[in-house]
Structures are given as C-alpha cells and as structure tokens.
C-alpha cells in the first residue's frame, strides 16, 4: 500500500514542482493534509521550498514545493569511482587530505583547539565525528564515512582521513580496526592520536 507521503513524492517526481493545492487536487487529497505531510517531507530533507507566488484576490501566498537535492540524488560516486580508478596508484592520499581541508587554520591552536575545529569541520562535510580522552591519547571517531558508496572498490581514502588527522592535529595517527563487524557506511577504523 502506497502512503500519501509517497504518493505526494512520486506526483512532484513526475510534475518537478507543485503547490500544495495542485497536489491535493491531483492525488484527491485535502490541501491541509497535503501542507501538513509537505512540512514533514520538508523537515526530513525530501521536499524544500522552491518559491512563492502570490494569489489574486484574497488568502495567503502559495509555496510551491519540489524534491531536494538530496532526494534526487547526484552521479558523484560513479565519477569518484572513475577519477579513482584512472588516478590509480599515482594519486596522493596524502595530496588529497591537504586539499579537502585547510591545514592552516589549525596553526598555533592548542590541542584541544585543534580537535574542537576539526570535528566542526569533519562534521560539516557530513563524519558524523566525535573525539574521545583515551590512556594512550585522543582517539577520533567517525559515525559515518561519507565516502561509503565507493569506499569498497577504493579503500586508499581511508588512508586520506588518516593523513588529514595527522597534517590537522600535527601529531602522528593510527588507525586501529573496531572490533565489531564492519557496517556498509559506517567507518571501521577509530583513530589513534600519538
């Protein structure tokens, strides 16, 4: 059985934008329930607002709403996977990792300085990361690897988010495997800081 929330996905694939009146009359819908199933598509990231218009006459302006970015999805992982493929091994990971972030903006920060900074930015390019004290020094760990779609044909950037912790934090990195059983999109390595 198809929900209404699917329905009303599948109509703005098709139409590419739509109000919520336009929706409401094409899936038989009420227009109330069609806003209210709109707000939440649009607070989990699958539907945005795309303009308003105004109406003749009275009542409220009409949002017209379409797919996000992210619900319709992107190619990038078959170009990554080809870029990664023709580079092969002449490609620096560690060339790559000074290139993804800006190891300048760490200079002269004490240490926890330095890890503050780098999880806000690690998390702005979606690591899900966190750091932890440990006896052997701060240990990174990342909730997710954004890279997960091409991660598996290409286990070298691994060594990237390596060589971007040690040029960011200035101090050497390992990266010690989890124990438990790797997850498709989550990161197997925890991050030793020496």
Not at 66 to 90: C, H, P, V, Y
Not at 135 to 163: K, N, Q, S, W
Not at 178 to 186: H, I, W
């Amino acid at each position: 059985m198809t929900t209404s929330r699917q329905r009303i996905l599948t109509h703005l694939k098709k139409t590419r934008s739509a109000s919520a009146r336009e929706i409401a009359r094409a899936l038989k819908l009420s227009a109330p329930n069609v806003r209210h199933h709109l707000s939440v598509l649009s607070s989990d990231g699958r539907v945005e607002m795309t303009a308003v218009h105004s109406r003749e006459g009275r009542g409220r302006p009409e949002k017209v709403y379409s797919l996000s970015e992210a619900a319709l999805g992107d190619n990038l992982s078959a170009l990554a996977q080809a870029i990664l493929t023709e580079a092969g091994s002449t490609l620096s990971m560690e060339a790559v990792a000074s290139l993804v972030l800006d190891e300048s903006l760490f200079v002269g920060q004490s240490m926890n300085k330095r890890l503050a900074l780098l999880i806000e930015k690690l998390n702005e390019m979606h690591y899900q990361a966190r750091w932890e004290a440990g006896a052997g020094g701060p240990r990174v760990l990342f909730g997710r690897c954004p890279y997960a779609r091409v991660i598996d044909a290409h286990p070298e950037i691994c060594t990237m988010d390596t060589a971007l912790l040690q040029k960011t934090l200035a101090r050497p990195v390992s990266a010690l495997k989890k124990n438990e059983a790797p997850v498709r999109g989550l990161c197997p390595f925890i991050f030793q800081i020496g």
